[in-house]
């Protein structure tokens, strides 16, 4: 499963032509000071559709969970899908908290194989490694806007929130505060398909 993944994700821009398997369809609602919209993927497989959307759930349950726990006072939910086939979808979930004049986001990667509903690790795409992503900081690293920034804080982990982009590459996606500024929202660093295939080669399986 893992080697069909990677293929796929090697080759997102050959496989644009493909019909989609899956749809996402927008839900939402409004309770007190929260406005939520999440996703809700559904395939030709109820198994594979229950499982997607039972992991989705765990985000908007963490969610209204820090506001009924006092942790902040408004707040708000929405997503984007950045890729689809008829393999994968690739997700990204993300909440706006909002605390007197703080305002923090938090953002998820999420990337499911539509046939059986498993979401997928960094790790079945690529193998790359603390030092890997340092390496790429100065000249791959976007803000929330898409806009290239020049971190001073270096990497300290390697995360698992990613997602996939139509022309083949990967962005892992870092936390607010943790590579950019609060201004700059979640950064991402995005590692191309030549990137990909270095890395591969470079780093032994496990």
């Known amino acids: 499963m893992w080697k069909k993944a990677m293929l796929a994700a090697l080759a997102l821009c050959m496989s644009l032509s493909m019909p989609a398997f899956a749809r996402v369809e927008s839900e939402q609602a409004?309770?007190?000071?929260?406005?939520?919209?999440?996703?809700?993927?559904?395939?030709?497989?109820?198994?594979?559709?229950?499982?997607?959307?039972?992991?989705?759930?765990?985000?908007?349950?963490?969610?209204?969970?820090?506001?009924?726990?006092?942790?902040?006072?408004?707040?708000?939910?929405?997503?984007?899908?950045?890729?689809?086939?008829?393999?994968?979808?690739?997700?990204?979930?993300?909440?706006?908290?909002?605390?007197?004049?703080?305002?923090?986001?938090?953002?998820?990667?999420?990337?499911?194989?539509?046939?059986?509903?498993?979401r997928l690790p960094l790790s079945a795409f690529v193998r790359v490694t603390v030092a890997d992503l340092n390496g790429y900081l100065a000249s791959q690293c976007y803000n929330s806007n898409d806009v290239r920034i020049h971190p001073d804080k270096k990497v300290t982990r390697v995360p698992e929130d990613f997602f996939l982009n139509p022309d083949g590459s990967i962005s892992i996606l870092f936390q607010t505060d943790e590579l950019g500024s609060l201004l700059d929202g979640p950064a991402y660093i995005r590692l191309s398909q030549p990137d990909l295939r270095e890395l591969n080669a470079r780093n032994p399986k496990v």
């Open 30 to 118: 409004q309770i007190a000071d929260l406005e939520m919209t999440w996703p809700v993927v559904k395939t030709k497989n109820k198994k594979a559709d229950a499982l997607i959307n039972k992991d989705i759930k765990l985000f908007m349950d963490d969610f209204r969970a820090g506001f009924v726990d006092r942790k902040f006072t408004s707040g708000r939910t929405w997503y984007e899908t950045k890729y689809e086939d008829n393999q994968l979808v690739s997700l990204v979930l993300s909440d706006l908290r909002s605390e007197g004049n703080e305002n923090r986001v938090r953002t998820s990667g999420v990337v499911y194989e539509l046939a059986s509903g498993t």
